[in-house]
């Protein structure tokens, strides 16, 4: 069944901290990764999206990393600000002949405090 | 440049009744997608609709409909309204019809529907 996990379900920082964030999935064929940011009340946010020759890409002080071998990805957030307050999911994509989908993970709530 | 815009933000009905939610992607795009979101879990899929044809549908009941117009901008209508449908509905464009491949999606900040 293909399925994408997200570890932890939350997490609480310190302003100017780092942290990472663990995505695993059982997804077959895969096609992409990506990481989305959704601020409470908003629409999700593209942050990166992987395909499976690539293993790290960045935005800004957000990097993913992307192990296809182990079927694992992280996020990393370096320096948080309080704006990094969000929910962060990990969404991958399968393609197999004409069947395309995104599988969505439940997101991990992140909260940046000061 | 205008991101993905939908109407209304926000909703209020009954039970039995009828929804119509709107969406309008980025200019140029012509692939829209909805979603529906259950407070604390992560998009559920609805529909994906490119160049006015149904590309994709979730596991959603028939009282689930969309279409696409030839702007490209998009309607999704729930009929017989259960207090589960209860949601942030997302709508989604991107460029192709590739839902799964490379292409990224943008997303709108959606309807909130509230059912009483």
């Known amino acids: 069944k293909n399925q994408v996990e997200q570890s932890p379900q939350s997490l609480i920082i310190l302003e100017g901290k780092n942290c990472t964030l663990q995505?695993?999935?059982?997804?077959?064929?895969?096609?992409?990764l990506r990481w989305y940011k959704q601020d409470t009340g908003r629409g999700p946010v593209s942050l990166t999206i992987?395909?499976?020759s690539e293993n790290t890409k960045s935005n800004g002080r957000y990097t993913a990393t992307l192990d296809a071998d182990t079927k694992q990805s992280s996020l990393h957030i370096t320096a948080s600000q309080l704006s990094d307050s969000a929910s962060y999911i990990c969404?991958?994509?399968?393609?197999?002949?004409?069947?395309?989908?995104?599988?969505w993970g439940l997101g991990t709530s992140l909260a940046v405090n000061p | 440049d205008a991101g993905v815009t939908q109407s209304p933000t926000h909703l209020i009905k009954t039970r039995g009744q009828q929804v119509t939610l709107r969406c309008s992607p980025i200019s140029g795009h012509k692939s829209v997608s909805w979603y529906q979101q259950v407070l604390g879990q992560g998009p559920q899929f609805i529909f994906q609709?490119?160049?006015?044809?149904?590309?994709g549908r979730g596991n959603f009941p028939d009282r689930f409909s969309a279409r696409q117009f030839p702007n490209y901008s998009s309607e999704l209508n729930v009929n017989a309204l259960l207090l589960g449908d209860s949601a942030l509905y997302l709508c989604a464009s991107s460029l192709t019809g590739q839902v799964g491949s490379n292409q990224p999606q943008h997303f709108g900040d959606g309807t909130r529907l509230s059912i009483l």
């Open positions: 609709y490119y160049e006015k044809e149904e590309r």
């Open positions: 995505c695993n999935y059982t997804v077959s064929p895969f096609s992409n």
């Open positions: 969404v991958v994509g399968t393609e197999a002949g004409n069947n395309r989908k995104l599988i």
């Open positions: 992987m395909t499976f």
